[in-house]
């Protein structure tokens, strides 16, 4: 396609943008990087054509004055899907990012997450997916949870893994938890929910073919599994849901499909119409796909998909030729098309709408900013929230963290009344607000714009259980709550699922852990008043371990550290420890050194998330752990630096006042999370621990430098006699 800009092909990232934000290194990290970034300011210097790229000249005079800029994101996030929240928020998570150099090296991707609120115009950090993901794909699930799965990322400049696992997003807690894993690792695939609120993923590539995948999968948010349909006919790189509840799958070149969700089975429609292209794949009102643009920018013919006859039928031409552009279907039934890149033009602002009563495209003002790949999402209010992309911006990158809310033309705002809002202000709908007065003596303006007595929200704090308490059994949940008028009840939540309400001080609840299943759980506790007001408490993240196994460890309260208490073949420390303090994870009860007697270090990078997080003996026979027995001990860690960062091993036999000794020191060769083994053979003793230290840049020792980038973490385990 026609690009002022350099296209980066193959495995290995262009290193041809060089903008970074974040805190200074130190010295000697700013020594290895100091070469890097010398050897770049060249190649990365943008020519005057790459600063400049004309725009097409039918919307050269078009007035700005429909889009204004909005807070600009953290992290610049191009070509990745944005999802609007069930509360009019919008999630965008992963990513690629090639301004930043000092990222890990061949790791310019994310598995950061940030929410924009309409409601103020910014953007924030929001949890972490668990794995890095670019080119995934995500859809907002009917309990409002959002699937994220697929993509891919760089384990080095030279290899990349594609993911087969999934993800979910809770936005009422912000984190992220695994679901079950698709079939097929792939990347660039497409997905849209399904009229019973499964999710149809299918296409992308891998690394095993450069070629198009044929293959689909569906997954059910009731039992959190894949199920893989027919084979595809042919690639897929658009889909549609049609009202029928089947799916229209579209790519340039090759023949149109149905997905028969009753048959599970995809079906062959015949070749687009000729010379038509497939950049702009919209569902319009009236259950028929609009299809616009491509070949490489040059294609302005469109067309319409008829889901009652299976057919393809002319409508009007665009104005502009667009590939990669932002599509999005306004509350109107109008379609909006903007940016993207158009032969012998580059990168455009231009907007265009089209109107299906007439069949026509018109020109709209432009957008702020010159964009392609980029985030288009209709917000409650109806306006777009167009977000980041590649363009030309200042110093040497040309990708952009900038956004901004283009406000259609034809919106009509509404009221006061309409909204039923008698008080305060709020949004008319066309990116505006409406003042509706104020309330009389005595009342207040309550969130939902009435006026009421009480619009004070309570307040709630979760006071039992503590964070990382292990828990078995029926437990008791404790919370306080006050209102400046009254408390009507509390409601309990394990993550977004109600557990029950309280309505006496002091509330509280028995939870049943056993139905709750083993692993993490997040409780919250929820106050509500008579005016309908709520505060919910800050969330705590608990274990529940019913199911008892030798190789598990649970956090021992006495000792502070996880703790195996039975002897067995292995002990893990699961996910216990995984992260650093409150900075990387956050990690459950840290330090998780023995006593608390040894904090980690506060110190992070921007995007070099250093941490010990996993620890394992196990024997190398299956028999219990034992002294004078052959052990494999392991440590997980993700190291930003090879050197001079270090793993250090070290033991004890005294829980009380460990006298820790070194037993290996491990040099890592290269930045990533990976793994370190260790053959050991245990000395006597009936119970011991062991502490992996992460020693970034300092004297060898059990306890590392608490201002710096240190981990220290500890594991007990037991032994027969």
Same mark, same amino acid.
């Given at each position: 396609?026609?690009?002022?800009?350099?296209?980066?092909?193959?495995?290995?990232?262009?290193?041809?943008?060089?903008?970074?934000?974040?805190?200074?290194?130190?010295?000697?990290?700013?020594?290895?990087?100091?070469?890097? %970034?010398?050897?770049?300011?060249?190649?990365?210097?943008?020519?005057?054509?790459?600063?400049?790229?004309?725009?097409?000249?039918? +919307?050269?005079?078009?007035?700005?004055?429909?889009?204004?800029?909005?807070?600009?994101?953290?992290?610049?996030?191009?070509?990745?899907?944005?999802?609007?929240?069930?509360?009019?928020?919008?999630?965008?998570?992963?990513?690629?990012?090639?301004?930043?150099?000092?990222?890990?090296?061949?790791?310019?991707?994310?598995?950061?997450?940030?929410?924009?609120?309409?409601?103020?115009?910014?953007?924030? +950090?929001?949890?972490?997916?668990?794995?890095?993901?670019?080119?995934?794909?995500?859809?907002?699930?009917?309990?409002?949870?959002?699937?994220?799965?697929?993509?891919?990322?760089?384990?080095?400049?030279?290899?990349?893994?594609?993911?087969?696992?999934?993800?979910?997003?809770?936005?009422?807690?912000?984190?992220?938890?695994?679901?079950?894993?698709?079939?097929?690792?792939?990347?660039?695939?497409?997905?849209?929910?399904?009229?019973?609120?499964?999710?149809?993923?299918?296409?992308?590539?891998?690394?095993?073919?450069?070629?198009?995948?044929?293959?689909?999968?569906?997954?059910?948010?009731?039992?959190?599994?894949?199920?893989?349909?027919?084979?595809?006919?042919?690639?897929?790189?658009?889909?549609?849901?049609?009202?029928?509840?089947?799916?229209?799958?579209?790519?340039?070149?090759?023949?149109?499909?149905?997905?028969?969700?009753?048959?599970?089975?995809?079906?062959?429609?015949?070749?687009?119409?000729?010379?038509?292209?497939?950049?702009?794949?919209?569902?319009?009102?009236?259950?028929?796909?609009?299809?616009?643009?491509?070949?490489?920018?040059?294609?302005?013919?469109?067309?319409?998909?008829?889901?009652?006859?299976?057919?393809?039928?002319?409508?009007?031409?665009?104005?502009?030729?667009?590939?990669?552009?932002?599509?999005?279907?306004?509350?109107?039934?109008?379609?909006?098309?903007?940016?993207?890149?158009?032969?012998?033009?580059?990168?455009?602002?231009?907007?265009?709408?089209?109107?299906?009563?007439?069949?026509?495209?018109?020109?709209?003002?432009? %957008?702020?900013?010159?964009?392609?790949?980029?985030?288009?999402?209709?917000?409650?209010?109806?306006?777009?929230?167009?977000?980041?992309?590649?363009?030309?911006?200042?110093?040497?990158?040309?990708?952009?963290?900038?956004?901004?809310?283009?406000?259609?033309?034809?919106?009509?705002?509404?009221?006061?009344?309409?909204?039923?809002?008698?008080?305060?202000?709020?949004?008319?709908?066309?990116?505006?607000?409406?003042?509706?007065?104020?309330?009389?003596?005595?009342?207040?303006?309550?969130?939902?714009?009435?006026?009421?007595?009480?619009?004070?929200?309570?307040?709630?704090?979760?006071?039992?259980?503590?964070?990382?308490?292990?828990?078995?059994?029926?437990?008791?949940?404790?919370?306080?709550?006050?209102?400046?008028?009254?408390?009507?009840?509390?409601? +309990?939540?394990?993550?977004?699922?109600?557990?029950?309400?309280?309505?006496?001080?002091?509330?509280?609840?028995?939870?049943?852990?056993?139905?709750?299943?083993?692993?993490?759980?997040?409780?919250?506790?929820?106050?509500?008043?008579?005016?309908?007001?709520?505060?919910?408490?800050?969330?705590?993240?608990?274990?529940?371990?019913?199911?008892?196994?030798?190789?598990?460890?649970?956090?021992?309260?006495?000792?502070?550290?996880?703790?195996?208490?039975?002897?067995?073949?292995?002990?893990?420390?699961?996910?216990?420890?995984?992260?650093?303090?409150?900075?990387?994870?956050?990690?459950?009860?840290?330090?998780?050194?023995?006593?608390?007697?040894?904090?980690?270090?506060?110190?992070?990078?921007?995007?070099?998330?250093?941490?010990?997080?996993?620890?394992?003996?196990?024997?190398?026979?299956?028999?219990?752990?034992?002294?004078?027995?052959?052990?494999?001990?392991?440590?997980?860690?993700?190291?930003? %630096?090879?050197?001079?960062?270090?793993?250090?091993?070290?033991?004890?036999?005294?829980?009380?006042?460990?006298?820790?000794?070194?037993?290996?020191?491990?040099?890592?060769?290269?930045?990533?999370?990976?793994?370190?083994?260790?053959?050991?053979?245990?000395?006597?003793?009936?119970?011991?621990?062991?502490?992996?230290?992460?020693?970034?840049?300092?004297?060898?020792?059990?306890?590392?430098?608490?201002?710096?980038?240190?981990?220290?973490?500890?594991?007990?385990?037991?032994?027969?006699?």
């Amino acid at each position: 396609m026609g690009h002022p800009l350099p296209i980066c092909q193959g495995a290995m990232p262009c290193v041809r943008h060089c903008g970074r934000e974040g805190n200074p290194m130190n010295n000697r990290r700013n020594d290895w990087l100091a070469i890097g %970034m010398a050897c770049l300011l060249q190649a990365c210097t943008p020519s005057p054509e790459e600063s400049q790229p004309p725009e097409d000249s039918a +919307f050269r005079q078009q007035s700005q004055a429909a889009s204004v800029a909005t807070g600009s994101l953290a992290k610049v996030r191009a070509q990745i899907p944005h999802t609007r929240l069930l509360d009019g928020r919008v999630l965008v998570a992963g990513g690629m990012e090639f301004n930043d150099i000092f990222l890990p090296q061949g790791k310019p991707y994310h598995a950061t997450a940030e929410l924009y609120d309409p409601k103020t115009g910014t953007w924030s +950090f929001t949890g972490s997916m668990n794995q890095i993901r670019d080119l995934a794909t995500a859809e907002r699930l009917a309990n409002g949870q959002v699937l994220v799965a697929g993509g891919h990322e760089n384990n080095t400049v030279q290899t990349r893994t594609v993911h087969a696992t999934a993800e979910l997003f809770d936005p009422a807690t912000g984190t992220w938890s695994y679901t079950g894993s698709m079939a097929w690792p792939r990347y660039k695939a497409v997905s849209v929910v399904l009229g019973d609120g499964r999710v149809l993923v299918a296409g992308g590539v891998n690394l095993q073919s450069t070629t198009d995948m044929l293959t689909a999968e569906v997954y059910s948010p009731a039992t959190g599994s894949w199920t893989s349909t027919g084979a595809l006919g042919a690639k897929v790189q658009r889909l549609a849901l049609l009202p029928d509840g089947r799916v229209l799958g579209v790519a340039a070149g090759v023949n149109a499909q149905v997905y028969t969700p009753a048959t599970n089975a995809w079906t062959s429609l015949g070749a687009l119409p000729t010379g038509q292209g497939t950049e702009a794949v919209v569902a319009l009102a009236d259950g028929r796909v609009l299809l616009a643009g491509g070949s490489g920018g040059t294609v302005q013919k469109s067309s319409l998909f008829d889901p009652t006859t299976n057919t393809f039928t002319a409508t009007g031409s665009m104005v502009t030729g667009r590939v990669n552009p932002g599509a999005v279907r306004l509350p109107d039934g109008t379609v909006l098309v903007s940016g993207g890149t158009s032969s012998g033009t580059g990168i455009l602002s231009t907007v265009e709408r089209y109107t299906p009563a007439t069949g026509t495209w018109s020109a709209d003002a432009p %957008m702020l900013a010159i964009r392609v790949t980029h985030g288009s999402v209709v917000l409650d209010s109806g306006a777009v929230l167009m977000s980041s992309g590649s363009g030309v911006s200042s110093g040497y990158s040309n990708q952009i963290k900038s956004c901004e809310r283009y406000v259609s033309s034809s919106c009509v705002p509404t009221s006061c009344t309409s909204q039923g809002a008698a008080c305060g202000t709020v949004s008319d709908g066309c990116g505006g607000t409406l003042s509706c007065g104020t309330c009389g003596s005595g009342l207040t303006c309550s969130a939902s714009n009435a006026c009421v007595s009480d619009a004070a929200p309570p307040t709630a704090a979760l006071t039992a259980p503590g964070t990382g308490t292990p828990l078995t059994g029926t437990v008791t949940l404790q919370a306080t709550a006050s209102d400046d008028v009254a408390v009507t009840h509390v409601e +309990f939540f394990d993550g977004t699922k109600s557990l029950g309400t309280s309505s006496t001080a002091p509330y509280s609840l028995a939870w049943d852990t056993v139905a709750a299943g083993d692993g993490n759980h997040t409780l919250v506790a929820r106050a509500y008043d008579a005016a309908g007001n709520t505060g919910t408490s800050t969330a705590v993240t608990v274990q529940v371990l019913n199911t008892p196994s030798a190789g598990v460890a649970a956090y021992d309260s006495v000792y502070k550290a996880p703790r195996c208490t039975v002897a067995g073949a292995f002990c893990d420390s699961g996910t216990l420890l995984n992260g650093r303090g409150t900075i990387v994870g956050p990690e459950l009860n840290a330090p998780n050194t023995l006593n608390d007697s040894c904090a980690d270090g506060t110190n992070m990078w921007p995007s070099v998330p250093e941490a010990i997080h996993g620890l394992r003996v196990a024997t190398l026979d299956g028999s219990p752990l034992a002294p004078g027995k052959v052990v494999t001990i392991q440590v997980s860690a993700y190291v930003g %630096m090879p050197a001079p960062a270090r793993i250090e091993l070290y033991t004890t036999t005294d829980l009380a006042n460990p006298a820790w000794s070194l037993i290996y020191r491990f040099a890592p060769s290269t930045n990533m999370l990976q793994t370190f083994s260790l053959k050991y053979t245990l000395p006597p003793g009936p119970i011991r621990a062991i502490r992996a230290r992460l020693n970034s840049d300092g004297p060898a020792g059990p306890c590392g430098y608490v201002g710096g980038q240190d981990d220290q973490d500890d594991l007990i385990f037991a032994t027969q006699p």
